[in-house]
């Protein structure tokens, strides 16, 4: 149901005042519930079609929050690169780097599902830790939210970097579902890309992306789009530079003192 203008202030106000009432001195949303839910409103739309997965709402939402006292907390941004290419000289040189070091790099194992579910929980947790608004998750309410999502993936596009047979990073790439016009291209989303925050694995990141690259290129992928990133978040740090920007979402919050 679209909410309505005049409708907004005083339900944003009823939110505020039960907050204040259990001694909360900031009010941030959208969040349900956390951040492993649905948050942010795109508060720019741009030219390209919504992706599979991307948070959509009606256009007039970010300014109910605007006009009902709340201001922009935290700004997210999704990147196209619409020529899905890959360096392989800079590929070969992270494989050499990180395979002297007895770090391999593998697919998901869709058949041990529950167990790559619970090393993906593992890294996750331990990546995420001093994210932006980051609230704790138990494994199986990560398997929860992951596992209707396996039937929809390529395995061989989800990528395990172990050390020992110890999981440190990962990279999960989603087909966009959405983009089925000859137009559009064939399309990958980069959906989450973390490693443990330990200096060794410095660089993990851009060998997990490249990889995966590569592996979509050869699967027939064209587009790649990388989203929902942080405005600080350091994955902003790893897209090429023929990357544009697509979206814009912002979260938003207001003081209850």
């Known amino acids: 149901e ?20 259990h001694g909360c001195q900031i009010a941030i949303g ?51 690169c619409d020529r899905l290419e890959v360096d392989g000289q800079e590929l070969e040189r992270y494989r050499q780097r990180f395979n002297a070091s007895g770090l ?3 697919a998901l194992n869709v058949h041990d599902i529950d167990n790559e579910l619970e090393r993906l ?7 995420f830790a001093c994210n932006f608004l980051y ?13 209707p999502l396996i039937p929809l993936l390529d395995p061989s596009l989800v990528l395990l970097a172990e050390v020992e047979s110890q999981p440190v990073g990962f990279v999960l790439l989603v087909p966009d579902l959405l983009a089925q016009s000859a137009e559009q291209g064939k399309t990958i989303i980069v959906k989450t890309l973390a490693r443990l925050p330990v200096k060794r694995l410095a660089g993990l990141g851009s060998l997990l992306l490249l990889e995966s690259m590569a592996r979509a290129k050869d699967c027939g992928y064209q587009r790649s789009i990388h989203a929902l990133m942080h405005e600080q ?23 209850l003192l």
């Open 2 to 21: 679209v909410i309505a203008a005049q409708e907004a202030k005083p339900l944003l106000q009823m939110a505020c005042d039960q907050l204040r009432a």
């Open 30 to 80: 959208p969040l349900s519930g956390s951040t492993w839910h649905r948050y942010r409103l795109v508060t720019s739309l741009g030219r390209q079609l919504p992706f599979f997965m991307e948070p959509t709402n009606p256009a007039h939402y970010p300014t109910l929050f605007l006009e009902n006292g709340f201001g922009v907390l935290a700004n997210y941004y999704s990147t196209l």
């Open 104 to 106: 391999q790099v593998r």
């Open 121 to 127: 929980h593992a890294v996750s947790t331990a990546s």
């Open 135 to 147: 609230q704790n998750i138990s494994v199986e309410e990560f398997k929860a939210l992951y596992k």
């Open 233 to 255: 978040n350091s994955s902003m740090n790893v897209c090429s530079t023929n990357h544009q920007l697509i979206r814009k979402y912002s979260l938003f919050s207001r003081s």
